[in-house]
């Protein structure tokens, strides 16, 4: 039998891991600079929990879970011969994987609101589950990182999650560029050119401008229903030119009938002006057709690219007023952002980005040259641990050359040797892999030259 894992899904090994880990760590530590704090969510919910939140398309997207024990107990033959996929899974299955972070994170609000510190900041970073067709860049596993503020309407929370995403791509020294809309203002494009009710097709179509072109987006809100006059008078808005600030201004003026899109300019102009003042390294744009799944977003909405590789988008949010409504608790506001740590994977592999010392090896080996040496080397290995040095000891007296291989395939910069001259003065000799230099030194000069 071949052995093999699920489609979709993938092992990753030390290499891998060591930059997932350097990733992992990046986003984290800046969070946590902002006082974000770390939840984690079972992998497991209540397909009650999961099911009618992502539309019909992501019910179907859900991984279920089949009940244990004696699942076909409650299942009648007529149901059986039936083969009514859905109501079988109804009562064959109670529990699913989670498809993504945020549904989990508002069922954990709504069950533990009484701990919580209002706003509540959290990240979470952990895998999710859906059952779409694997292909190139998607899986069926794979990780979010995500970071939410909830319980505060303040546009402050904006401005932060917009530095943490400028200081994390910093850090990974990936260019990027952060755009940024707000649902208010599509709405209020929507309703000056008279199309209110034609809002999803609208954006669905200017969502696409990147991709198709203008000549692309008049085609599909033609076939939407938007008459010729309505596509005339959108296209000149979403294409406006000039300044962050100028665009805001043009913007000002077209808008000016609608209550909903000059709150939105507001809104942006606000998060703007404040950014400004924090000198991000980073370009920030008013994007006017972005849209971002705009059934649940409600304000502000963001969205990350990579400038130096073809990856789309690499981190993206937005402001939603009403997370915890699905469970019965309506008005708490939140904003948050993901970011994808797979894309970001592979950004920092294209461009060669990953620090020299990300993969975590050991510092030094040991060489085994039976029990006598080994004896010797183990209290030495123990003051180097101590000390926070990595190393390790050849399990077995191997000849040297095999030694010396497992040395350089794990890429260990260091190789400590102890034979009987270097027991009877109580030193050890350390060989520089990549010089071939060799020194004799004590304990403590040996130490002091692995922490250099």
């Known amino acids: 039998m071949k052995t093999s894992i699920p489609k979709g899904t993938r092992d990753f090994g030390p290499v891998e891991m060591a930059k997932r880990n350097y990733i992992f760590n990046t986003i984290r530590s800046v969070y946590e600079l902002y006082g974000f704090q770390q939840i984690e969510t079972p992998a497991q919910e209540t397909l009650q929990t999961l099911m009618g939140k992502y539309g019909e398309e992501g019910d179907k997207l859900l991984f279920k879970i089949l009940n244990s024990g004696d699942y076909l107990a409650k299942i009648s033959d007529e149901e059986l011969t039936e083969r009514n996929a859905l109501r079988l899974a109804a009562k064959l299955c109670e529990k699913g994987l989670r498809y993504d972070l945020t549904v989990p994170f508002a069922r954990y609000v709504v069950m533990h609101r009484e701990e919580l510190q209002l706003p509540f900041k959290r990240y979470q970073v952990q895998p999710v589950w859906r059952a779409d067709r694997p292909q190139k860049g998607r899986y069926r596993e794979f990780y979010q990182f995500d970071g939410d503020v909830v319980g505060s309407d303040s546009l402050i929370n904006e401005v932060e999650l917009m530095q943490i995403v400028d200081t994390v791509f910093q850090r990974f020294g990936v260019r990027v560029a ?140 937005g402001r939603y007023d009403n997370l915890t409504g699905i469970f019965g608790m309506p008005g708490l506001s939140g904003v948050g952002i993901s970011f994808g740590v797979d894309r970001i994977y592979d950004v920092l592999n294209a461009l060669d980005l990953y620090p020299k010392g990300s993969l975590q090896t050991s510092k030094v080996l040991f060489i085994n040259f039976g029990d006598k040496e080994t004896a010797y080397c183990m209290p030495i290995l123990a003051q180097l641990r101590k000390a926070g040095i990595r190393a390790e000891l050849f399990p077995d007296a191997a000849k040297m050359k095999k030694q010396m291989s497992y040395a350089n395939a794990k890429e260990i910069p260091y190789v400590a040797l102890a034979g009987d001259n270097e027991m009877a003065k109580g030193k050890i000799t350390l060989k520089n892999m990549l010089t071939g230099k060799q020194i004799l030194v004590d304990t403590s000069k040996l130490i002091e030259k692995l922490k250099k």
């Open 178 to 317: 952060i755009k940024i809309n707000n649902r208010k203002i599509l709405t209020g494009i929507a309703e000056v050119i008279g199309a209110a009710d034609k809002i999803v097709d609208i954006t669905v179509a200017i969502d696409k401008f990147d991709k198709i072109g203008i000549e692309g987006v008049r085609a599909e809100l033609a076939d939407d229903g938007l008459s010729e006059e309505q596509i005339h008078q959108l296209e000149p808005i979403i294409t406006l030119d000039g300044t962050n600030a100028q665009r805001l201004r043009k913007l000002k003026a077209i808008l000016k009938d609608s209550e909903t899109g000059l709150k939105g300019i507001e809104e942006t102009d606000y998060i703007l002006s404040m950014l400004s003042k924090c000198r991000l390294k980073n370009k920030l744009e008013l994007d006017l057709t972005l849209a971002r799944g705009l059934s649940y977003y409600t304000g502000a909405i963001f969205e990350v690219k990579a400038l130096d590789t073809p990856m789309g988008s690499i981190s993206g949010g």
